[in-house]
């Protein structure tokens, strides 16, 4: 919130005085009995509002255009063998799993709903790097991850989920994670880190998913 009044402070007072509008509708609608953010599984054909949350997000990149700001990255160093049909299998299926990692934002008549898209294979983009030299590699390893944490997501269009997997040796790989935080936050990240291991354990051992719905 407080980084929200900041942004606001800084927009003209046009602009910060049609966020202030949109918002306030929102929350009359909200206490008309609206939902703003209790969705069932499921309900792709309806049309979704977005919560509070979301609107901030949702205006801000009205306003201000794409922007890097919001997006949440990480990385991870994987070293030992790795199945990447497995890792490729688990991404897929923790997308299947949820509809969040597989919404979009479109705006009918001015007004945000979410748009939640059927499950599909997840793109897995593998760079081979094993060919710069050894002293190298970490520098342009840094490069590619900076590149991927600025580069803006399309709300609209999505995904909103990038995923790439950096070859640097033959059992060494850096797995680059990017996601928008308007479907995502610090909380999700530890549940997506948690089940791609146990999905990739069960994936790689030719096993189906031990996962609940």
Known sequence: MTNLKE???????????????????????????????????????????????????????????????????????????????????????????????????????????????????????VMDLQAVPAAEQLAEVQRRAAQEAAQCFDLERGSLLRVKLLHTAPEDHYLLFTIHHIVADGWSMSVIVQELSDLYTAFARGKPSSLPP
């Open 7 to 125: 942004r606001l402070a800084n927009l003209p007072p046009e602009k910060r005085a049609w966020v202030l509008k949109k918002l306030h509708e929102q929350r009359a609608a909200a206490a008309n009995g609206v939902s703003a953010g209790s969705v069932a599984c499921g309900a792709s054909d309806q049309n979704i509002p977005l919560s509070f949350a979301q609107q901030r997000l949702w205006f801000l990149n009205q306003l201000e255009g794409p922007s890097a700001t919001y997006n949440i990255f990480d990385g991870w160093h994987l070293q030992g063998p790795l199945n990447v049909t497995a890792l490729k299998q688990s991404l897929t299926e923790m997308v299947r799993r949820h509809e969040s990692l597989r919404t979009t934002f479109a705006a009918p008549q001015g007004k945000p709903i979410q748009v939640i898209h059927p499950p599909d294979c997840v793109t897995l983009d």
